[in-house]
């Protein structure tokens, strides 16, 4: 198993979780990295990616200003602090890992490895 998420749980409205995704050296060398959801009934949708050699992050519009991806290259470790949680949220968290090509970090395919998942839920 190359990536595997944590973190996940119930929370009410306006709470936080933090996940975490632990990856591979060989993933975490040099990769794109990214935290995609899918909420039940619906499709694939990317929420934050990383450069995992790099600092810049990028977010989907409809988590900015609320989630924080951030890495840790010591361990291997990809994160997601998640803020001001809403129902919305509720999903099934994915961490994936590709090559690096900013142009597609949204793009579901671009990505080679994939977690397990780790359930959020949202609700009070």
């Known amino acids: 198993v190359q990536l595997v998420e944590s973190g996940g749980g119930l929370v009410q409205p306006g709470g936080s979780l933090r996940l975490s995704c632990a990856a591979s050296?060989?993933?975490?060398?040099?990769?794109?990295m990214s935290w995609v959801r899918q909420a039940p009934w619906k499709g694939l949708e990317w929420v934050s990616g990383?450069?995992?050699?790099?600092?810049?992050?990028y977010y989907a519009a409809s988590v900015k200003g609320r989630f924080t991806i951030s890495h840790d290259n010591a361990k291997h470790i990809l994160s997601l602090q998640m803020n001001s949680l809403k129902p919305d949220d509720t999903a099934m968290y994915y961490c994936?890992?590709?090559?690096?090509?900013?142009?597609?970090?949204?793009?579901?395919?671009?990505?080679?490895?994939w977690g397990l998942g780790t359930q959020v839920t949202v609700s009070s």
């Open positions: 050296r060989f993933i975490f060398r040099s990769a794109g």
């Open positions: 990383i450069y995992s050699a790099g600092s810049n992050t």
């Open positions: 994936a890992a590709g090559p690096w090509n900013r142009d597609r970090l949204s793009v579901s395919d671009q990505y080679t490895y």
